[in-house]
């Protein structure tokens, strides 16, 4: 299916390590999850939302599109800076037309929660790649709130829900560690009369619970058990417009700063990062391999911590990175998986079955970038171990990204650290999360052909 903000056509890639260091200083594009969610909550509010630093990727206009289809005014003053005339929490209307969210699983997700909530019916569909994507795991909690699911076989898209405008509230334990999903009941909950709850057996990124917080809604947050916690939330809160400032994403900023920790001789700052502690996982496990990553200014930005980062390439060692600390890093496997290959000796990265319904069966595909770059790689399991080379990547091969930003991205950045040319099939869906990513690269000296 073509549609508007579809990545148009295949580009393919060769990369080869750049004659001299990468340096210079950065900013990436604004993290992607609260650039969903200020769309959403912003399009639920009273009033007007002014909002700067919103990532411009294709997943986020999908929301963007998604959110003008049910009624709220989305207007585009200038590069990141958006305003949003919401239509509160009872003011969205029918849609005239399927909504098509791409490739883009919070989009899909987190939006079920809000149409399985309001009093009409609606259509999703996404790509192919989304398209293939469970469903269920929202649908199964939100069958709850009286709203009718219609899916195709195995709980996919494209979806058909018939919402109730009047739901329960929810109470729901989450069987997978998904933000994606807590956000959903959390957001089917504004529409209900008193407490929805949710428990997280393990803590997943807390973005909703933040943001709605700014937008006036009361949430309280307990810690359960080792590392869990309960959200409990208050129905029909009144949401009031407010200004939102998106922070640099880690999980863009987490391919710039690899590459400069494995191109010998490179220095490379990342201003104005995000550094909420439930996604900086990334970060522990390469300090735990021996990186160097300065942390800098740190300080609260749109109520979100923010620190400038700078990484400077040196050697690394194998890291055993638990099962626990998945959720904190879960889009960051597969370049971690590069700065492993790199690395002295052997590292586990553990409990990665959620790297299975991602873009692509993330597991199986960053196994495939590996090896056909010359990597021992093992899966045991839900374990990925990784045989480092100890600096010298041999490279050679060509990646299949399937649709998937994050393989696209990991393969360039193994491409700049490899003894031969690594060879990418399609560099188009990069544009989802990190418009602009080549050019960026570029400015720091990656030499990567257009
Ligand atoms: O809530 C979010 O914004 C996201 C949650 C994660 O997905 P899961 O909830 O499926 O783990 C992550 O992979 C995705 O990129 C963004
Ligand atoms: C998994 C990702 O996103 P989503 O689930 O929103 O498609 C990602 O960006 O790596």
Same mark, same amino acid.
């Given at each position: ?95 005239? %037309?399927?909504?098509?969210? !791409?490739?883009?699983?919070? +989009? #899909?997700?987190? /939006?079920?929660?809000? @149409?399985?909530?309001? &009093? ?122 407010? %200004?939102?400032?998106?922070? !640099?994403?880690?999980?863009? +900023? #987490?391919?710039? /700063?690899?590459?400069? @920790?494995?191109?010998? &001789? ?140 994050? @393989? ?43």
């Amino acid at each position: 299916m073509k549609t508007d903000h579809a990545p148009s056509s295949v580009r393919a890639l060769t990369v080869t390590a750049p004659r001299a260091p990468l340096s210079g200083s950065v900013h990436v594009p604004g993290d992607k999850s609260i650039s969903h969610r200020s769309l959403m909550f912003s399009a639920l509010a009273r009033g007007t939302t002014h909002i700067t630093g919103l990532l411009e990727g294709e997943d986020v206009l999908r929301t963007a599109d998604a959110m003008r289809a049910l009624g709220a005014s989305i207007t585009r003053n200038g590069p990141g800076t958006w305003t949003v005339q919401g239509c509160g929490l009872d003011g969205l209307g029918e849609p005239a %037309d399927v909504l098509d969210m !791409g490739n883009s699983g919070t +989009a #899909a997700r987190l /939006l079920s929660g809000i @149409l399985a909530s309001h &009093g009409f019916t609606s259509v999703m569909t996404g790509d192919a790649s989304l398209r293939g994507r469970p469903m269920k795991r929202v649908m199964d909690p939100l069958a709850a709130t009286g709203a009718t699911f219609l899916a195709r076989r195995g709980g996919r898209l494209p979806l058909a829900i018939a919402g109730n405008a009047n739901p329960p509230p929810l109470s729901y334990r989450l069987p997978v560690a998904s933000a994606q999903v807590k956000s959903a009941v959390l957001l089917a909950g504004l529409n209900a009369v008193g407490e929805t709850r949710v428990e997280e057996p393990v803590a997943t990124r807390d973005h909703t619970e933040n943001m709605l917080r700014h937008f006036g809604a009361s949430v309280r947050v307990e810690p359960m058990g080792a590392g869990g916690r309960v959200i409990t939330l208050q129905g029909r809160p009144d949401l009031v417009a407010c %200004d939102i400032v998106v922070p !640099g994403d880690p999980s863009s +900023a #987490a391919f710039v /700063l690899v590459a400069a @920790l494995l191109v010998p &001789g490179s220095r490379v700052s990342v201003p104005g990062v995000g550094l909420n502690p439930l996604r900086t996982g990334l970060f522990t496990s390469l300090r735990e391999m021996g990186a160097d990553l300065v942390i800098s200014n740190e300080r609260v930005e749109g109520g979100e911590p923010v620190g400038d980062i700078t990484a400077t390439a040196g050697s690394l060692h194998g890291v055993d990175v638990p099962a626990t600390r998945a959720p904190s890093m879960i889009d960051e496997y597969p370049i971690l998986a590069v700065a492993a290959a790199h690395a002295n000796g052997q590292s586990r990265f553990r409990g990665l079955e959620e790297l299975r319904v991602k873009e692509s069966d993330r597991l199986a595909a960053t196994v495939a970038l590996l090896e056909a770059n010359g990597i021992r790689v093992e899966v045991v399991g839900d374990d990925m171990i990784v045989h480092g080379t100890g600096g010298v990547i041999p490279g050679g091969g060509l990646v299949h990204t399937h649709m998937d930003h994050r @393989l696209a991205m990991s393969a360039i950045i193994m491409g700049l650290a490899a003894a031969r040319p690594v060879s990418v099939d399609d560099t188009a869906f990069i544009d989802t999360s990190f418009p602009g990513f080549v050019t960026l690269m570029n400015s720091i000296g990656a030499g990567l052909g257009a």
